[in-house]
């Protein structure tokens, strides 16, 4: 069996350990509102095949944001390290070399050595930290956790201490002494609360991503899947989604302040290859500027 911090590239999924799949069940009290669908997103701040679909997420979220509500839940993935052993994967020195083959396997940008230089012991803290952003913003609480990912997979920030979290909420524009408030107060009963959500819904791993009509029927995602699979679960629920069109090329950094090669590729529908050049000759251009690390680059205007 694999565990919580082995993500496997083939499945495309990050299992929690002794679980069992099930299909998506009909939601009742979880029906859409203001928009026809209502989608559920579990995810976890250190969930590597979550990071390895943001070029389909974020594509998601450009064409079909429209008919989409959607709500990201935390999934708990690792508790911590002294009730797990199994998988081949023993504590955080193992998982460092998995976390490069991840970054291979999805062309996203992962330094592994964290694990080495400042192991994480929980993915329980990061967590409550995001639910104490959405307290207070669900928007700027996305933009948060993806700077907390950035940190984390790129600079090997360990987000389970104050420092990094409060650097990525500043860059959230999030109210630092109120999210800490937050963080001491509700944010540990409403992580618990998504913990048992995602067992009520019967969510074993991660990324699940549910599809919830008006009526409470639901389409699940599972894992990494190729963005076919995600727009095929949508108009199953509602066949009438129409995409929208969205502004490529640079215009992109006006949706998303950052971009790795692999996203600007996804949202461009070109290789890898014809966005590393485009990306390249935007730099030499002085209108991008670049972070690179061993395993990739993250890209932003200048």
């Given at each position: 069996?694999n565990?919580?911090?082995f993500?496997?590239?083939?499945?495309?999924?990050?299992?929690?350990?002794?679980?069992?799949?099930?299909?998506a069940p009909?939601?009742?009290g979880l029906?859409?509102?203001?928009?026809?669908?209502?989608?559920?997103?579990?995810?976890?701040?250190?969930?590597?095949?979550?990071?390895?679909?943001?070029?389909?997420?974020?594509?998601?979220?450009?064409?079909?944001?429209?008919?989409?509500d959607i709500?990201?839940?935390?999934?708990?993935?690792?508790?911590?390290?002294?009730?797990?052993?199994?998988?081949?994967?023993?504590?955080?020195?193992?998982?460092?070399?998995?976390?490069?083959?991840?970054?291979?396997?999805y062309?996203?940008?992962?330094d592994g050595?964290?694990?080495?230089?400042?192991?994480?012991?929980?993915?329980?803290p990061p967590?409550?930290?995001?639910?104490?952003a959405q307290?207070?913003?669900?928007?700027?609480?996305?933009?948060f956790?993806?700077?907390m990912?950035?940190?984390?997979?790129?600079?090997?920030?360990?987000?389970c201490k104050?420092?990094?979290?409060?650097k990525?909420?500043?860059?959230a524009?999030?109210?630092?002494?109120?999210?800490?408030?937050?963080?001491?107060?509700?944010?540990?009963?409403?992580?618990?609360?998504?913990?048992q959500?995602?067992?009520q819904?019967?969510?074993?791993?991660?990324?699940?991503?549910?599809?919830?009509?008006?009526d409470?029927?639901?389409?699940?995602?599972?894992?990494?899947?190729?963005?076919q699979v995600?727009?095929?679960?949508?108009?199953?629920?509602?066949?009438?989604?129409?995409?929208?069109?969205?502004?490529?090329?640079?215009?992109l950094?006006?949706?998303?302040?950052?971009?790795?090669?692999?996203?600007?590729?996804?949202?461009?529908?070109?290789?890898?290859?014809?966005?590393?050049?485009?990306?390249?000759?935007?730099l030499?251009?002085?209108?991008?500027?670049?972070?690179?690390?061993?395993?990739?680059q993250?890209?932003?205007?200048?």
């Open positions: 069996m565990g919580p911090m993500c496997d590239p083939v499945s495309g999924v990050c299992e929690i350990p002794g679980s069992v799949l099930s299909s009909a939601i009742k029906e859409a509102t203001d928009k026809p669908i209502k989608l559920i997103y579990f995810t976890d701040p250190i969930c590597s095949t979550c990071w390895g679909i943001e070029p389909q997420w974020r594509r998601l979220k450009l064409e079909y944001g429209h008919v989409l709500h990201y839940h935390m999934g708990g993935l690792l508790p911590s390290w002294d009730v797990y052993s199994s998988g081949g994967i023993n504590g955080p020195g193992d998982v460092a070399h998995h976390w490069d083959e991840v970054s291979q396997h062309q996203m940008p992962i050595n964290v694990w080495l230089e400042d192991p994480l012991p929980s993915s329980y967590s409550i930290w995001f639910k104490a307290q207070q913003d669900p928007h700027k609480a996305v933009i956790l993806r700077r990912r950035e940190l984390l997979f790129m600079d090997k920030q360990n987000i104050p420092g990094p979290v409060l990525a909420a500043g860059y524009g999030l109210d630092l002494p109120r999210l800490e408030t937050d963080f001491k107060s509700a944010g540990a009963a409403l992580f618990e609360a998504d913990l959500l995602g067992k819904l019967g969510v074993r791993g991660f990324p699940s991503i549910f599809f919830i009509d008006r409470g029927k639901s389409e699940l995602v599972y894992g990494a899947k190729p963005y995600f727009t095929t679960a949508l108009h199953k629920m509602l066949p009438a989604a129409q995409a929208r069109t969205y502004a490529t090329g640079i215009a950094f006006s949706y998303y302040p950052t971009l790795t090669t692999k996203e600007f590729a996804g949202l461009n529908q070109l290789s890898f290859e014809e966005a590393a050049v485009r990306l390249n000759a935007l030499e251009e002085d209108k991008l500027q670049v972070h690179t690390i061993a395993s990739g993250l890209w932003s205007l200048k």
